[in-house]
């Protein structure tokens, strides 16, 4: 509901600004006090992290009032966990520094959802006003 309402009183950007700051805070607690994270500083995993989950929550909250459907954020999430938890960080071999570029917490997430960030929000003159 909170894409949706967000959409309806500020711009596409400002929301997705918005939703990808509140779930960056959400995630906060588990970054710092739980053994969730990687062996880079915590100030990293933090940054990292709240710069990749901005960056695609453009596509989630495109995908979301594209579609009309809270589906779509749920399976992208769920994608998100399986193939960069279950797959690609498994199959990476640590040289020492890999964490500070691979995983949830690396530089490589974040800088490719930069990117998703800029595709979505060259769309959403797509999306008609909810």
């Known amino acids: 509901m909170l894409v949706p309402q967000l959409a309806r009183i500020t711009s596409f950007t400002k929301t997705a600004l918005m939703r990808g700051i509140i779930w960056a805070v959400w995630h ?11 062996k880079v500083p915590v100030w990293y995993n933090l940054l990292c992290f709240t710069v ?16 009309g459907s809270l589906w779509t954020g749920m399976f992208l999430h769920a994608s998100h966990n399986l193939f ?7 199959l990476t071999v640590d040289t020492g520094i890999t ?3 691979i995983g949830e917490f690396g530089a490589a997430l974040a ?12 769309k959403r003159w797509e999306l008609e006003k909810v």
């Open 28 to 38: 906060c607690p588990i970054i710092i006090f739980a053994d969730y994270r990687s």
């Open 84 to 90: 960069i938890q279950g797959v690609f960080t498994p």
């Open 99 to 101: 964490e500070y570029f």
């Open 52 to 67: 990749m989950v901005t960056g695609i929550s453009f596509a989630f909250v495109w995908l979301r009032l594209k579609a």
């Open 111 to 122: 800088v490719l959802a930069l990117f998703t960030a800029v595709l979505f929000w060259r």
